[in-house]
Every structure is written in C-alpha cells, then in structure tokens.
C-alpha cells in the first residue's frame, strides 16, 4: 500500500517523502482512513510501530481542512503524553509531517520555567503537545483553554498510568468538550484503563498491533553467557572495540545504572544514566548527549527508556536480562528502525538463565550464543536470592528457581482472551500486567508481520556460536570449571 492510497493531501505526501517514508506501516494503513473519517479509535500499539504518524498525519490533515484554525487561535487539538522526551518526539514528528501547512504546534512539559511556554501559547496554537501536570497547571492559572478541542489524543495511556498521572488525565478530560474526535493509545489494556476508554471513546474502530515476534527476527541478537561479578568487565571488552559506536545499555535496576556509569566512566567510556530518579532535565540532557554522539553510552531502565525513539542506533547490551519477556522485545526494538542495521546483545548469569528461556519462547528462536569470550560463565549455582519470591517480582509469570538444581519456569495467564496484550516493565521501577481488551464488539483488525515496525534486515544467522553441550546449570561442567569457552547450555 501506499501513502497515497490514503487520500492523504499532498503537502503532507511531499512532506513524508522527505522522512524517507516509503510506505505506511500497518498502523498507520489502519487508522489513517478512519480518523479522516472523524470516527474515535482505540490503537493497541507500542511505541516502533508507527503510531505516532498513525495519528499525527490524519490530525493535521482535519486541521488543515477546517477553514476554522487561522481566525480562532484556540487550540484544536490536544495530544497528551506522560514524558518530556515523548512530548518532544511527538512535537518534533508534529512539524516534520505539517512542514508544508499552516498550523502551529506547540509542546509543553514541566521541570523547566513555564514562561516561554506562555509565551508561545499567547501567540496562538492550534496543536498542542503536553504532559499532564504542566497542563493542568497552565490550565487552572487560565492561561490554557480547552474548550475548543476538536481532536484529543492520549498517547501511552497505561504508561500514565503507571507513573501516577491517571487522575491529572482526569481532570483534564473535563476541560474538554464532550463533543470532540478521541484516539487513544495504550500498549496494554489494564482494567483501569478498559474503564476510561467506555467513558471516552464512542463506537471506536480498533487497530491492535502486535510486532513482538515479528520484528525481532530483523535484528542480529548474540548473547553472552558470563558472571555476574564479571558483566562489567565483558561490557568494556565490548565497547572498546570498534564495532560498537555506541549503545543503549538496559540495567534492571536504577543502582546498577548509577554504579555502571561510574565504572564506564573510570574506563574512559563516555556514558549517562536515564532512570526514574534523574531529573527531567538530567534525562533530558543524557539523551541528547547520546543523541549528539557526545557519549558513547547511554544507560536506561525500562521505564526511562520507554518510548524513547533514537535514530540510528546500532546497538542494544542487555546488562541485565528483563525478568518479562516482552521486555526484552520491547528493547531490542529499539535498534533497526527505519532501516538501520540492528544489533542485540545481552548477557546472562545463572541467575538469569529463566529468563533467557522465557525469551526464547516467546521470540520462538534459539538466541545465538557467543562462545569463546573472555569471561566465560563458570559460577553455575543460582544465588540464594533468587529463590522463592527473589528480588525480580515477575508479573503473568512464575520463575521458581529452587535450590534443589531444577529451575523451572511457569506461565501464569493473565486472561483467558486470545487477544491479550501484555507487556510490562521489569524489576524495582514498575511492574504490569495487561489484560484482553474484552472489547469483542468492535470492529477489530488484528495486524502482524513485517509491516509493522521499521526494523532493518539484520546480518545472518551466525548458528556457529553454538555448540551441542548441554548441562544442568546446577551442576558445574568440566568444559566451565576449567574456563574453557564450551557452550553451555540449559535444558
Ligand atoms: P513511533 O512508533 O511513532 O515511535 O515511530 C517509530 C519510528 O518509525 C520513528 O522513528 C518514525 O519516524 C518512523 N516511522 C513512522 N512511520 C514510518 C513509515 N511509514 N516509514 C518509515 N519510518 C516510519
């Protein structure tokens, strides 16, 4: 298919083509007629997907079209996003795809003084870009009114969830005229979030997008087996070589980011930490240094790093293996958009070697497996921490790993509907479970496959890094006792 198909109007067309957009992903071939059509839509869909086009496109287009925008001033569409790096990503897409139109779009998010943000807004905006506090803020102080909306768009709404915004969300609703275009995203669909989209959304069309397995593939994914205690050192051997440029290296827990930073740091490998504790401008600033080529590491947790879109980037270090395993897709996805070759590496300890499985499972291959490295695994006991409930909370599924040498690995389902969506974000920082959006009723288009992510053709399959040895992780081999690079694997 292609963007012209769409009945998108030229301005945009020729604006598209200067992204280097060839075609339009599933999401976008789903949403974009129906959105011009002014029917509300429920998009299933993650970030890598398109979305943010899906509903940008169509957006300015209705805009452009009413003959209303230039004499008002008011603002007429809102689209709501629980970050600052989202917001800024959104507004940024905002101007690339209406270059050619006359609409102002404008962003704003808090952490920083709220004066030229007024400043802008005096001016007149018809898009308008927010997280929820600043908004709400603006609006009680009268300086923002959203009486006008026409289109309103919530972006991530179970991630607002998570971070505690729901009831800011809330309340902006009711600024909002009742009679208005409504597109909601949501990456999953827990019951507080079933709840609002009945309130919100009337006869929506739904497009549910599931690139899980199907992009994966795409990507070159290597992993590593080695020891905890010697993660970091595999990490530098890796980074000071010249393949990796640079790399977004995913931490489980916010410590081990912090302790991370200052160990590449004292290698002399440029890098900053995005988590949950930095500040806005903090995590701000990091993901433009790593933007900028400035470091060459930037370390995340997945809440910080959800949603983050960073063009060109090669590679994706698994420091520490997500206890869910969409996780793991999810930041791997990361790498090979738009075309660009992707690499994912990730390093397992015997503790992690659950979740290596559960991976495996679900991405329904064998990860290729580096042999002969430097720091081959050789502690194969699990540490003591891991048993029972452990320090790795695991949502929709169970990992027991008993002391007795057997590690076996449980599926909990979260609901018994085949549509189920779920995702959620590891360890300390949040953990989430989604359920089937229940919603049978609607008109639904289940889409998978290639189209749905912009994730390069990835190098072969280099199978050569596995060898047939198998062994019960509990018990040490031989080939590991004696640091020898033989493959182990657990069955
Ligand atoms: P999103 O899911 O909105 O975060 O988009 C993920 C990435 O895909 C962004 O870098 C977009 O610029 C890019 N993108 C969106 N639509 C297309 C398309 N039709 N063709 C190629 N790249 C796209």
Same mark, same amino acid.
Do not use: W
């Given at each position: 298919m292609k963007f012209e198909e769409l009945n998108i109007i030229e301005p945009i067309l020729k604006a598209l083509k200067d992204e280097n957009y060839k075609e339009p992903s599933k999401i976008q071939e789903e949403a974009i007629p129906s959105i011009l059509l002014g029917k509300d839509l429920l998009g299933c869909a993650q970030t890598g997907t398109g979305k943010t086009a899906a509903f940008a496109i169509p957006t300015l287009q209705l805009l452009h079209n009413s003959n209303k925008i230039a004499k008002k001033k %008011?603002?007429? $569409?809102?689209?709501?996003?629980?970050?600052?790096?989202?917001?800024?990503?959104?507004?940024?897409n905002f101007q690339s795809?209406?270059?050619?139109?006359?609409?102002?779009?404008? =962003?704003?998010?808090?952490?920083v003084s709220q004066k030229p943000q007024e400043e802008v807004l005096r001016k007149g905006v018809d898009i308008l870009i927010a997280t929820p506090g600043r908004l709400n803020d603006l609006v009680n102080q009268k300086i923002i009114d959203l009486s006008e909306i026409e289109i309103f768009i919530l972006d991530e709404a179970d991630r607002m969830l998570d971070m505690g915004f729901i009831n800011d969300v809330k309340k902006i609703i009711r600024y909002i005229p009742k009679k208005r275009q409504t597109l909601f995203f949501s990456a999953t669909m827990p019951?507080?979030?079933?709840?609002?989209v009945s309130t919100l959304l009337v006869d929506p069309v739904v497009v549910e997008v599931t690139p899980v397995s199907s992009t994966v593939d795409k990507i070159k994914q290597s992993l590593y087996y080695v020891d905890k205690a010697n993660k970091r050192k595999l990490l530098i051997s890796l980074l000071k070589t010249d393949e990796i440029k640079s790399a977004l290296v995913f931490t489980r827990t916010k410590s081990d980011a912090n302790r991370l930073v200052k160990y590449l740091e004292d290698a002399q490998i440029g890098a900053k930490a995005i988590h949950g504790n930095k500040s806005q401008n903090a995590r701000q600033e990091a993901l433009q240094s790593f933007k900028d080529k400035k470091i060459q590491v930037l370390i995340a947790t997945d809440i910080a790093a959800r949603g983050i879109d960073i063009d060109e980037l090669s590679h994706v270090i698994n420091y520490g293996l997500p206890n869910i395993p969409e996780t793991? =897709?999810? *930041?791997?996805? *990361?790498?090979? *958009?738009?075309?660009?070759?992707?690499?994912?590496?990730s390093f397992s300890d015997v503790d992690e070697v659950p979740f290596v499985r559960d991976i495996?499972?679900?991405?329904? %291959? %064998?990860?290729? =497996? =580096?042999?002969?490295?430097?720091?081959?695994?050789?502690?194969?006991?699990? $540490?003591?921490?891991?048993?029972?409930?452990?320090?790795?909370p695991r949502t929709g599924h169970n990992t027991r790993v008993k002391g007795t040498g057997t590690q076996s690995t449980s599926k909990n389902t979260t609901a018994?509907?085949?549509n189920a969506n779920k995702t959620a974000a590891t360890g300390s920082e949040n953990t989430r479970k989604a359920v089937a959006t229940g919603n049978t009723n609607k008109a639904k288009t289940t889409t998978s496959g290639n189209k749905n992510t912009f994730k390069s053709t990835a190098t072969g399959n280099q199978n050569?890094? *596995?060898t047939g040895a198998t062994a019960n992780p509990n018990t040490r081999t031989a080939g590991a006792k004696k640091n020898t690079t033989r493959r182990t694997s657990f069955k």
């Open positions: %008011k603002i007429q $569409s809102l689209i709501l996003t629980p970050t600052r790096e989202l917001a800024i990503q959104i507004y940024d795809y209406g270059k050619n139109l006359n609409l102002k779009s404008a =962003v704003i998010f808090g952490g019951s507080e979030i079933k709840k609002l793991y =897709v999810h *930041r791997i996805g *990361r790498t090979g *958009r738009a075309g660009q070759r992707g690499i994912a590496i495996e499972k679900l991405i329904k %291959k %064998k990860i290729d =497996v =580096v042999e002969g490295h430097k720091f081959p695994m050789v502690n194969l006991t699990p $540490s003591p921490k891991t048993k029972a409930t452990g320090n790795r018994g509907n085949t050569t890094f *596995r």
